[in-house]
C-alpha cells in the first residue's frame, strides 16, 4: 500500500482534528464541577496542600461547623471564599507583648 503525502496530510489533518474535540471535551468535564455560583471550589487535597494541615484537622473543622462544605457526586469540596474567610477567622496575627523595661 503506497501513501502520498497529500493523503497522508489529510488523514494527520484529521486526527489533529479528533484530538481538539476530544481535548476540548475533556477540558468541560474537569472544569464541570470545579466552580458553583461562578466561584471556584478546592478539593480535599487543595486545602491540605494550601494550609499545610492534617486530614484529620481538616475532618475536625468540617465536623465542628468551622468550615463550610458541599457535597457533589460523594466527593467533598470548599467554596474558595469559605476558605479564605477560615482563614482570616482562625489565623489571625497576634501582637507580640511588650515588657516594661524595669
Known amino acids: ?7 497522508f496530510m489529510a488523514w494527520m489533518e484529521r486526527i489533529m482534528e479528533r484530538f481538539d474535540i476530544v481535548m476540548e471535551l ?6 464541570g464541577h470545579t466552580s458553583i455560583d461562578g466561584e471556584e471550589l478546592l478539593d480535599n ?4 496542600q494550601m494550609l499545610k494541615i492534617s486530614t484529620r ?3 475536625r473543622y468540617r465536623s465542628s461547623g468551622r468550615l463550610p462544605y458541599y457535597t457533589i ?3 467533598i469540596y470548599y467554596k474558595q471564599s469559605d476558605i479564605h474567610q477560615f482563614v482570616r477567622e482562625s ?3 497576634s501582637v ?3 515588657k516594661a523595661n524595669s
Request: aromatic share 4%; proline share 3%; net charge positive.
Open 1 to 7: 500500500m503506497n501513501v502520498d503525502r497529500m493523503e
Open 26 to 31: 475533556v477540558s468541560k468535564a474537569k472544569n
Open 45 to 48: 487535597q487543595d486545602i491540605l
Open 57 to 59: 484537622s481538616l475532618q
Open 73 to 75: 457526586s460523594g466527593k
Open 91 to 93: 489565623f489571625t496575627a
Open 96 to 98: 507580640p507583648r511588650t
